[in-house]
C-alpha cells in the first residue's frame, strides 16, 4: 500500500487509542495473566499491521491463531464487542498467511544450517555448561579453518566425534578438549535427533526475504509459526525464536526511521528467552533488541507478567498492553504495584487497583506519541479482531500451504557435500591401505604412531587446503562466518 495511515486503531477507552505506525518499530509489550486477552490483543494487533503492508511474525503457541485467513463472525462475544463500542462500519476480513512449521507437518518447513545457528545458541539447547559451551566453540573453530561446512546434525556429530577422536593433535593449536564435554555434546545431539530436531537442521535454509512478503493487494504477509509441538522444548522454542530475531538484524540494512515498520516480530511467552540465560548471551539479546529497531523491525513481547523482561530490555519497549493481573498473595501483589510503576502516571486512574479488575479483552494501554514519549496510561477495551477466531481444520489449512506462493520450495530436502562427507571419504582413504596391510602415503612402518599421526593431520589439514580456500571466496565460505549470537570471527555475513 502506497499511502501509509496517520494512526492504527488499537483500543477504546474514553476515547480511541490508537499506534502511529513510525513509532511501531521502538518495540512493545502485552502482558497479562492467563485468560485476559493477550493472545486477542496480539491477533488484532498483527491484522493492524497486515492491514497497512507490514509483515508479521508470531508464534502460534496454543494453535489457536490459525483462523487469521479467514473472515471471522463465528464468535458472538466479538459481534457483542463490536456493538458494546459502537464501531460503525466494522467488517470481517481475513489476512495473506504463511504457515510454518520446524517439524514440517503444519506449515513450510523451517531449516538453519548448523553453522548459521552457531556455537552459543547451539550451546543453549543442548544445556551445555560454559566449559562445554568453550569446547563446542573450539569444535566449530576446528571445522571453519579447514573448510568443513557444517550444515545439518550429522555434520555436527561427525565433527564432534572427529575432535574428540583427535583432542591430542589439537591441544597445542586450540586447547584443552576434555573427553567430558564431548561425550556430553554427542548426548545432547543425540536426543535432539530423537526428538526431531535433525529436520530442522539443513537446506534449504529459511531466507528471511520470504518472511517480507506483501499479498497482490499490498497488504503485509503474517508468517505463523506452528508452536505447539515445539513447546514441548521450551528452551528450543526460545533458542530459535532469538535465532530469528538475530538473522534479521545481521541480514536487514539499516532504514533509520521508516514511515512504518519493515517487520513486526511478536514473541509470545516471552519469559522462555530470559529463563537462564547465560550473561553473554543476555548481553547480546539486549544489544539487538536495543539496535535492531534501526532496521526497521519491531519487537512485541508477550508475557504473563512485565517482570518477566529485564529492565535493560523492558525500558525499551514503548507500546504497552496490560492485561489483569491476579494478587492473591504477597508477592502477586508486589508484583502489580511493579508493573503498574512501569507506566506513566495518570492521575485520574488509580493503576494498581485497575489492573486486577480489568475484564478479559480490558487492558491498560499506553503507546508512543510522534515525539517518541509514551501517552499517559488509559483504561481500554482492545478492539476486536475482524478474523476468524475459531482454528481452521486440516484440510483448510493444507490448502493454505498448497496455495502459498512457496509451495514445494522448502519441502524439498538438500543435502550436499559437507562435513559428514568430507571426513567420511578421509577415514575412507586411511582405512583402504590398513585393511591391505600396507601403509598410509607418509608412514614409515606399521608401529610408527608419530608418522601415523602426521599423516592423519596432513589428511585433514593439507588434503582440505583446496578445498577451504575455495570456501573462503564463495558463498558458502560466507555461510561459516556466523552473525551476532554466533560469531567466532566476529563478522558479517
Known sequence: ???????????????????????????????????????????????????????????????????????????????????????????????????????????????????????????????????????????????????????????????????????????????????????????????????????FFGEPALNLRDLLQTDASGRGMINILAASRLMTSPMAYATFLLFLLSELFEQLPEVGDPQQPTLVFFFDEAHLLFTDAPKPLMEKIEQVVRLIRSKGVGVYFATQNPLDIPETVLGQLGNRFQHALRAFTPKEQKAVKAAAETFRTNPKLDVVKAITELGVGEALVSVLDPKGSPTVVERAFVLPPRSRLAPLSPEERAQVIRDSALYGHYERVVDRESAYEKLKEKAALRQAPEEAGGTVPGEVGKGGRAAEAKSQAGILIGALAKSAAHAIGSQIGRQIIRGVLGSILGGKR
Not at 54 to 74: C, E, H, I, Q, T
Not at 92 to 100: A, L, M, R
Open 1 to 199: 500500500m502506497t499511502n501509509v495511515p496517520a494512526i492504527l486503531p488499537v483500543a477504546m477507552g474514553k476515547k480511541e487509542i490508537a499506534l502511529l505506525p513510525g513509532m511501531a518499530n521502538r518495540h512493545g509489550l502485552i502482558a497479562g495473566a492467563t485468560g485476559t486477552g493477550k493472545t486477542v490483543t496480539l491477533r488484532v494487533l498483527a491484522e493492524r499491521f497486515s492491514a497497512i503492508g507490514v509483515p508479521v511474525f508470531l508464534a502460534d503457541v496454543k494453535g489457536d491463531l490459525s483462523g487469521l485467513p479467514r473472515p471471522g463472525g463465528d464468535n458472538p462475544k466479538v459481534a457483542e464487542r463490536v456493538k458494546q463500542l459502537g464501531l460503525g462500519g466494522f467488517e470481517y476480513e481475513g489476512y495473506p498467511v504463511t504457515f510454518w512449521d520446524l517439524f514440517g507437518e503444519q506449515g513450510h518447513p523451517v531449516r538453519a544450517t548448523v553453522s548459521e545457528m552457531g556455537p552459543l545458541l547451539l550451546g543453549r539447547i543442548l544445556n551445555l555448561n560454559d566449559v562445554q559451551s568453550g569446547v563446542l566453540t573450539l569444535v566449530f573453530k576446528i571445522a571453519d579453518d579447514n573448510g568443513l561446512l557444517l550444515l545439518d546434525l550429522k555434520d555436527l556429530r561427525s565433527m564432534v566425534q572427529f575432535v574428540g577422536d583427535n583432542a591430542e593433535r589439537f591441544r597445542t593449536g586450540y586447547g584443552n578438549i576434555a573427553a567430558a564435554s564431548i561425550g556430553a555434546m554427542q548426548r545432547g545431539l543425540l536426543a535432539l535427533t530423537q526428538q526431531g530436531a535433525d529436520r
